[in-house]
């Protein structure tokens, strides 16, 4: 079986179907699937608004996944058949069983839970880069995380704190207790200036909001230090237009030439894998050591059956959660 989405929109476009059972080509692997994520990326595809998606419906999204191999192609020797690995695959992983190129795999340690491992192939591994390959962080800096409670601010707390960062976190009220738990003072975004907190501004603002076309973002960042844009949470959610989106990305390097030692970049995890697949490779591998010592601790809100993707896809869009739904065919 795999969920397959008939048409852009809303989740009422997914169906139930019968798959027929994949055939390992040359260079892959076909595994059974143990765990594939539901998350917001997922729904900004199901939209059509996905920038590098090039398939139309009918498809079956999915954009990372755990699995364990059941058949080695022509070709591969690195891996056999009963050996567990994790993919970013950007669609296909709502199902029972697919094919992945062996040589974009990450094997997955023995004994970690299948659903925590898939929670580190995009979320984790966007916070481990957005620390360590974009803001180069060093242990001393203050940092600013918006959207502290995200899937992938959690990740920027867990692992900051793992570097000795000094970090505030934007959240709603309801969840200051979490975000303090992380390792960050939290910060009541609906009611607090953290520019008033921290008067002299960040070394570091990571940004996966984008209110204001990161503008706020930006006037939090002290000279020198540096803005790490990577999303646009409510413009998705408010049907903003691509050309306004495209104008903010413009902006954001155009503050680079101002005379103020402050630099911006917009990080999309897909494009530097696709330039540096080896650092995604090593970054994975070394989350999945954190996991597997049981020092990083993935939050999981529900296990689920393929049959609950659509309601997935409403509570997830409805916000407010704080941990991953993952299915588990």
Same mark, same amino acid.
């Given at each position: 079986?795999?969920?397959?989405? @008939? ?14 059972? !994949? ?5 892959? #692997?076909?595994? +059974? ?17 996905? &920038?590098?998606?090039?398939?139309? &419906?009918?498809? #079956? $999204? ?6 364990? #191999?059941?058949?080695?192609? &022509? ?9 567990? #690995? ?41 916070? %481990? ?35 000795? $960062? ?8 309801? =969840? ?57 949470? &409510? ?9 306004? @989106?495209?104008?903010? $990305?413009?902006?954001? =390097? $155009? ?11 917009? %990080?999309?995890?897909?494009?530097? +894998? ?5 650092? %995604? +490779? ?30 997935? =896809? ?6 407010? @959660? ?6 588990? !065919?």
């Amino acid at each position: 079986m795999q969920v397959r989405l @008939m048409r852009f929109g809303g989740p009422e476009g997914f169906e139930m179907v019968e798959q027929a059972m !994949p055939v390992a080509g040359h260079g892959e #692997v076909r595994v +059974r699937e143990l765990a594939a994520s539901v998350q917001f990326t997922d729904v900004i595809l199901r939209k059509g608004k996905y &920038p590098d998606l090039k398939e139309r &419906p009918p498809l #079956v $999204l999915g954009y990372d996944v755990v699995g364990e #191999v059941e058949e080695v192609g &022509p070709g591969v020797s690195s891996l056999s058949v009963g050996d567990r #690995v994790a993919d970013l695959t950007m669609t296909g992983s709502y199902a029972r069983y697919r094919t992945l190129r062996a040589d974009r795999v990450v094997r997955v340690p023995d004994g970690v839970d299948p659903a925590e491992a898939v929670a580190l192939v995009l979320s984790w591994a966007t916070a %481990y880069q957005l620390l360590h390959r974009e803001a180069h962080v060093a242990g001393t800096e203050r940092v600013l995380i918006h959207g502290a409670a995200g899937a992938v601010g959690q990740a920027l707390i867990a692992l900051g704190k793992l570097a000795g $960062l000094q970090m505030w976190g934007t959240a709603r009220a309801q =969840h200051a207790r979490l975000v303090r738990s992380l390792g960050a003072t939290p910060v009541d975004f609906e009611t607090q200036d953290v520019r008033a907190l921290v008067p002299e501004g960040f070394d570091v603002v990571f940004d996966g909001i984008g209110d204001r076309g990161f503008a706020r973002s930006w006037s939090s960042v002290k000279k020198g230090g540096t803005l790490c844009a990577y999303g646009f949470t &409510p413009a998705m959610k408010g049907e903003t237009r691509m050309l306004t @989106m495209g104008w903010w $990305l413009l902006r954001l =390097h $155009l503050w680079n030439w101002l005379p103020n030692g402050k630099s911006a970049r917009f %990080y999309s995890i897909t494009t530097l +894998r696709k330039r540096h697949p080896e650092w %995604y +490779r090593a970054d994975l591998e070394k989350l999945f050591q954190l996991l597997a010592a049981k020092t990083i601790h993935p939050r999981i809100e529900e296990r689920i059956g393929l049959d609950g993707v659509a309601d997935a =896809h409403r509570r997830i869009e409805a916000g407010g @959660m704080t941990g991953k739904i993952v299915t588990c !065919p």
